[in-house]
């Protein structure tokens, strides 16, 4: 895949990381205001998709980096089902416990374990969405060769 | 009362679009759709009049909320719909590599 | 407010007929994300603001993947002439919806009015759930929470569906 | 609260997600995971079954407690009839993992396929030990997409196509279940199996949530591929490895298809007869149909698929026969006879149609092909597969000493006792076509002369996929054991308590 002309490229650098950043504040903020790990996650891929398409790569380093994000997304997986079961393991036994202290309500530490899933189910779907764009795109170079 | 029936008519124009098209893409889309409808129903019913949207402000808690239960239900559903739309476009652009055509009628290896 | 979502709501109708009746599949595609869109603003009017975010760019990665997707393929529907079949699966498709909008007509009437909802197990996602689980977001308070075993399942699920797309994208499957 | 019902998910999603991590480091990481995560979930399924009896074990996840007797939380539930249906997940599941280690050698990227494999596990488990009806939604979606997937494992024209045309009316099903779950959450303002059943009230004016049992009844139908809604099941369970086939037509259409269904419209619904009678119907229009189609076929994996669609018949016309019974409020003892029946046929089938399916892939592993009429004489040279495949063929015929004839007996009687005289002549008159059919099976594929030609040598299959096919036709003969007095009481008939008793499961969970 080729990259764009010189005026988008320059321009995707600027835009990119503020996307970026923005997909991390809707994430650390998905306890006190809309958004969360989801959409921050969406976005965050979105600002990579964005400097892929107007950058364009060479195939061999697009096939390093999706094995990368599988890696990523399956440790983020790992994180929050470790999250979800250090309930279990702690003395209440309990899956999927907050047992974190809360905190007081609307600080950004605040919410126990929340913020925690939040960030890590942010990574995990930001990594899938990309590694599903780095697999259609490797397709398509791997069969146009 | 009658936004329901405009939801479930988007629901059933989709219904409509997967059992009578024949195009891959075209059923995808129609796919899409009976998904929106869904996803615009459980808003609907989540739905109170004079309700606000269900974020606390310690400094003035409000009374009345909309159900914020169909909305957690919504984003779970949202994402399961990006997910199936993924796996359905990949095997789409497999099948145009090896069949080149989206025409299902011009794929039909498998019969009986 | 309820003639408000009417409105788009019977704009979506439009748009997801022209989607499935347009021959040229880019537009298709296109009608098919403006009715997304138009859910954004649905889901705005109705207190909805976690899912307009997560619609909104979720919706954008759907289209970018789909056009995507016909820009590499074939742009033009072949096109269709009625034949047996044709009529067959098209008579089909009515004898189901009138079933379905026969049930709805017989269900519909004895259900709770618009925007008149009562409360039952929700009822505790908001009284004190900002005490229980400490997050002004009542919705993430849902989900992480009170029901945080469905999201470990949904972003299962967009595991599973990677795994799912890289399995489908190998060009070889026998050694 | 036991902390075992949880781990029944926690073990695979971590087993598959551990080998996409690992599986590129270390060498056969993947196998011997897959193996040893499918195994210790078989003994945990196991301990439930010999450990539940008529108790009803609930998890609350969360820990959170009901407020005014009104669940708040999830629910994880395992009763009698649970534990059955998370032994035969788990069990087939550890044998086709161990047949998988010698068939899959023959396919590129295997880490996706036991990851794939562990994620669909974990989604069965997770439907089939939920309380939740929007909880069964996301863990049907988890394994419905790694079957999506796994059909597809080939990358061949047919698996793409049989895998397109199965996501698609999977799909459809996944949005008519989900526009149900909000049609009843509208009603009655939760999700709990338990609750909804509560505030559904016992009978009454039943208007208002027909439609949410049509939509489930088509939802779940699709999934399950009873008869109209078929068109996917012959394409999907030919095309995928046959591992897969055994998993998909032993285990996932009953997991998330049969078994939701009875759930939902025993313990959820309030039984009526217009729905019973629709349900009755469709199990015998799929027992008749399928068979009927099963005999033209020349393709294994074909005929095995189609005989999936009439055995399930049988399960769903029992079953539904019960419901009939039961809706009327009349011979309570005939109803708990139709749906004893019905699940005892429901495990053995999943039995003897693994076997069968595991059987055809260590034919297809060994001649490379599919079509009978390109096989014969393979007695001689694969004589383990042949004396297993004997043994599930008269099993799923209905033969005396297997399992099969006293499920389909119960069923036969159970029927004449409830005066369908015409349905238990149909299921006679259908065992005897299946047998004709596997006898077609049997003679083609074994025992006729081999056609005259050049023969590449035609040895018998690995060790792996022989000790899977040994291990489940030992399970075809002791599973006729269920029928006797003293094991039938202790396996079969807390499940059908738990179904017959309209109201003990909803009023257990509340009450709690």
Same mark, same amino acid.
């Given at each position: 895949?080729?990259?764009?002309?010189?005026?988008?490229?320059?321009?995707?650098?600027?835009?990119?990381?503020?996307?970026?950043?923005?997909?991390?504040?809707?994430?650390?903020?998905?306890?006190?205001?809309?958004?969360?790990?989801?959409?921050?996650?969406?976005?965050?891929?979105?600002?990579?998709?964005?400097?892929?398409?107007?950058?364009?790569?060479?195939?061999?380093?697009?096939?390093?980096?999706?094995?990368?994000?599988?890696?990523?997304?399956?440790?983020?997986?790992?994180?929050?089902?470790?999250?979800?079961?250090?309930?279990?393991?702690?003395?209440?036994?309990?899956?999927?416990?907050?047992?974190?202290?809360?905190?007081?309500?609307?600080?950004?530490?605040?919410?126990?374990?929340?913020? /925690?899933?939040?960030?890590?189910?942010?990574?995990?779907?930001?990594?899938?969405?990309?590694?599903?764009?780095?697999?259609?795109?490797?397709?398509?170079? &791997?069969?146009?060769? | 009362?009658? !936004?329901?029936?405009?939801?479930?008519?988007?629901?059933? #124009?989709?219904?409509?679009?997967?059992?009578?098209?024949?195009?891959?893409?075209?059923?995808?889309?129609?796919?899409?759709?009976?998904?929106?409808?869904?996803?615009?129903?459980?808003?609907?019913?989540?739905?109170?009049?004079?309700?606000?949207?269900?974020?606390?402000?310690?400094?003035?808690?409000?009374?009345?909320?909309?159900?914020?239960?169909?909305?957690?239900?919504?984003?779970?559903?949202?994402?399961?719909?990006?997910?199936?739309?993924?796996?359905?476009?990949?095997?789409?652009?497999?099948?145009?590599?090896?069949?080149?055509?989206?025409?299902?009628?011009?794929?039909?290896?498998?019969?009986? | 407010?309820?003639?408000?979502?009417?409105?788009?709501?019977?704009?979506?109708?439009?748009?997801?007929?022209?989607?499935?009746?347009?021959?040229?599949?880019?537009?298709?595609?296109?009608?098919?994300?403006?009715?997304?869109?138009?859910?954004?603003?649905?889901?705005?009017?109705?207190?909805?603001?976690?899912?307009?975010?997560?619609?909104?760019?979720?919706?954008?990665?759907?289209?970018?993947?789909?056009?995507?997707?016909?820009?590499?393929?074939?742009?033009?529907?072949?096109?269709?002439?009625?034949?047996?079949?044709?009529?067959?699966?098209?008579?089909?498709?009515?004898?189901?919806?009138?079933?379905?909008?026969?049930?709805?007509?017989?269900? !519909?009437?004895?259900?709770?009015?618009?925007? &008149?909802?009562?409360?039952?197990?929700?009822?505790?996602?908001?009284?004190?759930?900002?005490?229980?689980?400490?997050?002004?977001?009542?919705?993430?308070?849902?989900?992480?929470?009170?029901?945080?075993?469905?999201?470990?399942?949904?972003?299962?699920?967009?595991?599973?569906?990677?795994?799912?797309?890289?399995?489908?994208?190998?060009?070889?499957?026998?050694? | 609260?036991?902390?075992?019902?949880?781990?029944?998910?926690?073990?695979?999603?971590?087993?598959?997600?551990?080998?996409?991590? /690992?599986?590129?480091?270390?060498?056969?990481?993947?196998?011997?995971?897959?193996?040893? #995560?499918?195994?210790?979930?078989?003994?945990?399924?196991?301990?439930?079954?010999?450990?539940?009896?008529?108790?009803?074990?609930?998890?609350?996840?969360?820990?959170?407690?009901?407020?005014?007797?009104?669940?708040?939380?999830?629910?994880? #539930?395992?009763?009698?009839?649970?534990?059955?249906?998370?032994?035969?997940?788990?069990?087939?599941?550890?044998?086709?993992?161990?047949?998988?280690?010698?068939?899959?050698?023959?396919?590129?990227?295997?880490?996706?396929?036991?990851?794939?494999?562990?994620?669909?596990?974990?989604?069965?488990?997770?439907?089939?030990?939920?309380?939740?009806?929007?909880?069964?939604?996301?863990?049907? &979606?988890?394994?419905?997409?790694?079957?999506?997937?796994?059909?597809?494992?080939? #990358?061949?024209?047919?698996?793409?196509?049989?895998?397109?045309?199965?996501?698609?009316?999977?799909?459809?099903?996944?949005?008519?279940?989900?526009?149900?779950?909000?049609?009843?959450?509208?009603?009655?303002?939760?999700?709990?199996?338990?609750?909804?059943?509560?505030?559904?009230?016992?009978?009454?004016?039943?208007?208002?949530?027909?439609?949410? &049992?049509?939509?489930?009844?088509?939802?779940?139908?699709?999934?399950?591929?009873?008869?109209?809604?078929?068109?996917?099941?012959?394409?999907?369970?030919?095309?995928?490895?046959?591992?897969?086939?055994?998993?998909?037509?032993?285990? /996932?259409?009953?997991?998330?298809?049969?078994?939701?269904?009875?759930?939902?419209?025993?313990?959820?619904?309030?039984?009526?007869?217009?729905?019973?009678?629709?349900?009755?119907?469709?199990?015998?229009?799929?027992?008749?149909?399928? !068979?009927?189609?099963?005999?033209?076929?020349?393709?294994?994996?074909?005929?095995?698929?189609?005989?999936?669609?009439?055995?399930?018949?049988?399960?769903?016309?029992?079953?539904?026969?019960?419901?009939?019974?039961?809706?009327?409020?009349?011979?309570?003892?005939?109803?708990?006879?139709?749906?004893?029946?019905?699940?005892?046929?429901?495990?053995?089938?999943?039995?003897?149609?693994?076997?069968?399916?595991?059987?055809?892939?260590?034919?297809?592993?060994?001649?490379?092909?599919?079509?009978?009429?390109?096989?014969?004489?393979?007695?001689?040279?694969?004589?383990?597969?042949?004396?297993?495949?004997?043994?599930?063929?008269?099993?799923?015929?209905?033969?005396?000493?297997?399992?099969?004839?006293?499920?389909?007996?119960?069923?036969?009687?159970?029927?004449?006792?409830?005066?369908?005289?015409?349905?238990?002549?149909?299921?006679?008159?259908?065992?005897?076509?299946?047998?004709?059919?596997?006898?077609?099976?049997?003679?083609?594929?074994?025992?006729?002369?081999?056609?005259?030609?050049?023969?590449?040598?035609?040895?018998?299959?690995?060790?792996?996929?022989?000790?899977?096919?040994?291990?489940?036709?030992?399970?075809?003969?002791?599973?006729?054991?269920?029928?006797?007095?003293?094991?039938?009481?202790?396996?079969?008939?807390?499940?059908?308590?738990?179904?017959?008793?309209?109201?003990?499961?909803?009023?257990?969970?509340?009450?709690?």
């Amino acid at each position: 895949m080729k990259g764009m002309t010189t005026i988008v490229k320059q321009t995707t650098k600027l835009i990119a990381g503020m996307i970026f950043m923005y997909g991390i504040y809707v994430i650390v903020h998905g306890h006190l205001t809309p958004g969360g790990g989801f959409a921050g996650g969406v976005i965050m891929a979105g600002s990579f998709i964005l400097l892929i398409l107007a950058y364009g790569s060479d195939f061999l380093k697009l096939l390093k980096e999706e094995s990368g994000t599988t890696m990523y997304e399956n440790l983020a997986m790992i994180v929050v089902l470790f999250l979800a079961v250090s309930g279990l393991l702690l003395g209440t036994h309990v899956f999927f416990l907050n047992w974190i202290p809360k905190g007081t309500v609307g600080h950004l530490v605040s919410a126990g374990i929340l913020p /925690l899933y939040n960030i890590f189910v942010g990574i995990e779907v930001a990594a899938s969405i990309v590694t599903i764009f780095l697999a259609l795109i490797i397709f398509k170079e &791997e069969v146009s060769k | 009362m009658i !936004v329901y029936w405009l939801c479930f008519i988007l629901f059933l #124009v989709g219904l409509y679009g997967v059992i009578t098209r024949r195009n891959l893409i075209k059923i995808a889309i129609s796919l899409s759709i009976m998904e929106f409808s869904t996803f615009l129903f459980f808003a609907l019913v989540g739905y109170s009049e004079g309700g606000v949207a269900p974020i606390v402000d310690p400094a003035d808690p409000v009374k009345l909320y909309v159900d914020p239960l169909p909305q957690a239900l919504v984003l779970t559903a949202i994402v399961i719909g990006l997910a199936t739309t993924a796996l359905l476009m990949a095997v789409i652009i497999r099948i145009y590599r090896k069949y080149g055509s989206l025409d299902i009628r011009e794929i039909k290896n498998l019969r009986g | 407010m309820e003639i408000a979502i009417s409105v788009i709501t019977g704009f979506m109708i439009i748009g997801a007929l022209y989607a499935i009746h347009a021959r040229d599949l880019l537009s298709a595609v296109i009608a098919c994300g403006i009715v997304g869109y138009s859910l954004v603003i649905c889901f705005l009017l109705l207190k909805a603001p976690d899912l307009a975010i997560v619609q909104i760019v979720v919706e954008t990665i759907t289209l970018i993947i789909m056009v995507a997707v016909v820009l590499d393929s074939s742009r033009e529907e072949a096109f269709t002439k009625l034949d047996r079949q044709g009529y067959f699966t098209a008579i089909t498709g009515i004898v189901i919806i009138v079933v379905f909008f026969y049930f709805m007509k017989i269900s !519909v009437a004895s259900l709770d009015p618009f925007g &008149e909802g009562t409360l039952r197990m929700a009822h505790s996602y908001i009284e004190g759930a900002t005490e229980k689980t400490g997050s002004a977001n009542l919705v993430t308070g849902v989900v992480f929470d009170f029901r945080g075993y469905d999201t470990l399942g949904e972003a299962t699920v967009l595991v599973t569906a990677v795994l799912g797309v890289l399995t489908i994208m190998r060009i070889k499957g026998k050694k | 609260m036991n902390p075992l019902i949880p781990l029944l998910v926690v073990i695979p999603l971590a087993g598959a997600f551990l080998i996409m991590i /690992l599986g590129r480091f270390i060498r056969n990481f993947n196998k011997i995971l897959a193996s040893v #995560v499918l195994l210790l979930l078989a003994i945990i399924s196991f301990y439930f079954l010999f450990n539940t009896g008529d108790k009803i074990s609930v998890y609350k996840v969360g820990g959170w407690e009901a407020v005014n007797s009104i669940p708040i939380g999830i629910y994880m #539930v395992v009763d009698g009839f649970t534990a059955i249906i998370l032994c035969i997940i788990n069990l087939i599941g550890f044998l086709s993992v161990f047949y998988s280690i010698s068939y899959i050698a023959k396919y590129t990227s295997e880490d996706f396929f036991y990851a794939l494999f562990c994620l669909m596990i974990a989604g069965m488990n997770g439907v089939v030990a939920s309380g939740d009806i929007f909880n069964i939604f996301v863990f049907l &979606e988890i394994s419905s997409i790694s079957s999506y997937a796994l059909v597809a494992f080939g #990358v061949e024209k047919q698996q793409l196509e049989a895998s397109f045309k199965y996501q698609v009316l999977g799909g459809l099903a996944s949005f008519l279940i989900l526009f149900a779950i909000g049609f009843l959450y509208w009603r009655t303002k939760t999700l709990n199996i338990a609750d909804i059943r509560t505030a559904l009230g016992s009978g009454g004016d039943r208007k208002f949530y027909i439609m949410a &049992e049509i939509m489930l009844l088509t939802g779940f139908g699709l999934k399950a591929a009873i008869m109209p809604f078929h068109a996917w099941l012959p394409d999907a369970h030919s095309s995928a490895p046959s591992p897969i086939s055994a998993m998909l037509s032993g285990v /996932l259409i009953k997991a998330v298809g049969i078994y939701v269904i009875i759930r939902l419209f025993f313990n959820m619904f309030v039984i009526n007869e217009e729905m019973a009678v629709l349900i009755t119907a469709l199990g015998t229009i799929s027992m008749v149909i399928g !068979v009927f189609l099963a005999i033209g076929q020349w393709d294994i994996k074909r005929l095995l698929a189609y005989h999936s669609i009439s055995q399930m018949g049988y399960v769903v016309m029992s079953v539904g026969i019960g419901m009939i019974l039961m809706s009327r409020g009349i011979r309570h003892e005939v109803a708990t006879l139709a749906v004893t029946g019905g699940i005892f046929h429901l495990i053995n089938h999943a039995a003897f149609k693994g076997l069968l399916f595991l059987n055809a892939g260590a034919i297809e592993y060994s001649t490379g092909t599919r079509d009978l009429k390109e096989m014969g004489g393979l007695a001689k040279s694969m004589p383990v597969t042949s004396a297993t495949s004997f043994v599930a063929s008269l099993s799923i015929s209905g033969i005396p000493p297997f399992n099969g004839f006293f499920s389909k007996l119960i069923i036969i009687i159970a029927a004449v006792m409830a005066h369908f005289y015409l349905l238990a002549a149909l299921a006679g008159i259908v065992s005897i076509i299946t047998l004709a059919s596997f006898l077609k099976f049997q003679r083609y594929a074994f025992y006729n002369k081999e056609p005259d030609k050049e023969k590449k040598e035609i040895r018998e299959v690995p060790f792996p996929m022989l000790f899977s096919m040994i291990v489940l036709s030992i399970i075809c003969l002791l599973l006729s054991l269920l029928v006797f007095p003293g094991i039938r009481e202790t396996i079969l008939t807390p499940a059908t308590d738990i179904l017959t008793d309209p109201s003990k499961y909803s009023t257990y969970i509340i009450g709690l």
